[in-house]
């Protein structure tokens, strides 16, 4: 299973609502995780199984989609959240990973 | 604490070996199945290795088949990942991964929700 995201990269501003899509190439139910990855660091669990907020991520990141088309979204982008973030999908093995996102500021 | 550690990591020849290492400690390591997940410098993250909690079935991406196994120790609480036939596109930082939690047969989530911090393997002449 193949996926892919867009769009990459992406710049925006302090407080902008910023949504990153991911497709995959099959219908992959509900099984799509999204990561975050800061420079230098490794990955941390955002959202798993489409829309579930891991532990401890704030509340401006969601998750959506059905089938084949899932969206993250944060609202109202932190400076913090400067990062590189991946989709995952997790219906069959390999566990394939989007190319990833990377996030910045204008 | 809940954690991974990875250790192992190298400078190699092309044509070598090397043996990767994952302490756990913080959670019951053997309800837990586990993954590898490698990012060379520069590029995305790419799943090439997972092993099951129970009856330690073991997958491989298509790029590491055949070169490289994984194995679980539970009296140790460690993933390990023995690594041959090194090539220069294997140079990567290595992520031992948490998956999917089990018990009594039944396994629940298959998101990654714990990694590691990373070990770095070289392969260079």
């Known amino acids: 299973i193949q996926m892919t995201q867009s769009p990459s990269p992406l710049s925006a501003s302090v407080g902008d609502r910023v949504t990153i899509t991911c497709q995959a190439s099959?219908?992959?139910?509900?099984?799509v995780n999204w990561y975050q990855q800061k420079p230098g660091k490794a990955p941390q669990l955002l959202i798993f199984?489409?829309?579930n907020s891991a532990a401890g991520v704030p509340s401006r990141f969601s998750g959506g989609g059905s089938g084949t088309d899932f969206t993250l979204t944060i609202a109202g982008l932190q400076p913090e959240d400067i990062a590189t973030y991946y989709c995952?999908?997790?219906?069959?093995?390999?566990?394939?990973f989007g190319p990833g996102t990377k996030v910045d500021f204008k | 604490e809940v954690q991974l550690v990875e250790s192992g990591g190298d400078l190699v020849q092309p044509g070598g070996s090397l043996r990767l290492s994952c302490a756990s400690s913080?959670?019951?390591?053997?309800?837990?199945?586990m993954n590898w997940v490698r990012q060379a410098p520069g590029k995305g993250l790419e799943w090439i290795s997972h092993?099951?909690?129970?009856?330690?079935?073991?997958y491989y991406a298509d790029s590491v088949e055949g070169r490289f196994t994984i194995f679980r120790d539970t009296a140790t609480s460690s993933l390990h990942l023995q690594m041959n036939s090194l090539r220069a596109e294997d140079t990567a930082v290595y992520y031992c991964?948490?998956?999917?939690?089990?018990?009594?047969?039944?396994?629940?989530?298959?998101?990654?929700?714990?990694w590691g911090q990373g070990t770095l393997v070289t392969v260079s002449s």
């Open positions: 199984d489409v829309s």
């Open positions: 995952q999908q997790s219906v069959d093995l390999p566990f394939t």
């Open positions: 092993i099951s909690s129970v009856d330690t079935t073991v």
């Open positions: 991964v948490r998956g999917s939690h089990c018990v009594y047969g039944n396994c629940f989530r298959r998101d990654f929700d714990l």
């Open positions: 913080g959670f019951s390591f053997s309800e837990y199945e």
């Open positions: 099959q219908d992959v139910t509900n099984s």
